[in-house]
């Protein structure tokens, strides 16, 4: 017989073990198996399948389910916290407590940085004839500035290069 038309039969038999075949088409996988042997030696090895698959069962405990639906609903709701539908100012992504920390740390040693620094040009003001203003334009342009752009760079970039572990 032809291959095409024992795929064919080979699929009848699979419907039949999951008992979604018409009556026609049984009919015909009867009449089928009654002549061929290749055919019956594939009903044979489903029906061993099966057998041996209806041998392999274990208990469940019943509380199971309900923690592993609570876990799962628990990681969709971290999943959607993590990925806001609104759009962000800079980027659409939040910015994690270490990214703040560390704007937060490089901000006060510069206003530190910056008022030590001032103090100590104060003092050396009269040597040099400087202006106090010229002091202080000079703190920050050549202090404050850059330190408060480094950590709004850091801020600004992406995650992956922000160098932050």
Known sequence: ??????????????????????????????????????????????????????????????TLNS??????????????AARPNRLRFLR???VSLKVWAALAAALSMSIVGSALLYKMATYLMVPVHFDNAQVEAGVLVFWLLPSLCAAFCLLAAPVERRGIA
């Open 1 to 62: 017989m032809n291959l095409d038309h024992h795929e064919s039969f080979q699929r009848m038999i699979d419907q039949n073990l999951a008992g979604v075949i018409s009556r026609e088409k049984e009919q015909s996988l009867r009449e089928h198996l009654s002549t061929c042997a290749s055919c019956k030696e594939y009903l044979r090895a489903s029906n061993r399948v099966i057998a041996g698959l209806n041998g392999f069962s274990f208990e469940v405990n019943p």
């Open 67 to 80: 923690r592993v639906l609570a876990a799962l609903r628990l990681q969709m709701q971290q999943d959607r």
């Open 92 to 94: 659409p992504y939040t």
